[in-house]
């Protein structure tokens, strides 16, 4: 197990399918524009859509700041396109079906290693992690949290 990422750090690189099956190169986004990478444990539970639903409901705010958004989690791809259909989610969910990616960003279990972790990367233009949001219990808080640090970067 790889220690975890901290705030500094150089992203890892990856690539992931997405619910379409197309595979998605991290490095083709990296030093391009400012990433969000939001871990969530499964498709179709009620945090895990609270949470999707509100970066859905502030994707536009992302992308106005120039960002792209990914959410990721270990569902194979047709649960991503179900659960993608069915709340409208407009950006891409990435399947980490071996928890590979999981372990590269060392993301935390909780619930006695049982529950995946539910962590939220901003990565700068850098491509150096700028903010972590840790939290199994708070689905929503990590949208403002990440909105915030990504106009930092740009007033910076």
Known sequence: MSHAIQ?????P???LPDSQGK?????DYLGQRILVLFF??????????KEACAFRDAYADFVELGCEVFGISSDAA???EAFQQKYKLPYPLLSDTQKKVRQQFGVPSSLFGLIPG???????????VAGIFNSQTNPVGHISEALKVVRNLLTA
């Open 40 to 49: 969530y444990p499964k498709d179709d539970t009620p945090g895990c859509t």
């Open 23 to 27: 595979h998605i190169q991290i490095t």
């Open 7 to 11: 705030i500094g750090d150089n992203c």
């Open 118 to 128: 539910r962590v939220t990367y901003v990565i700068d233009l850098n491509g150096k």
């Open 13 to 15: 690189t990856f690539g």
């Open 78 to 80: 047709p649960a991503h």
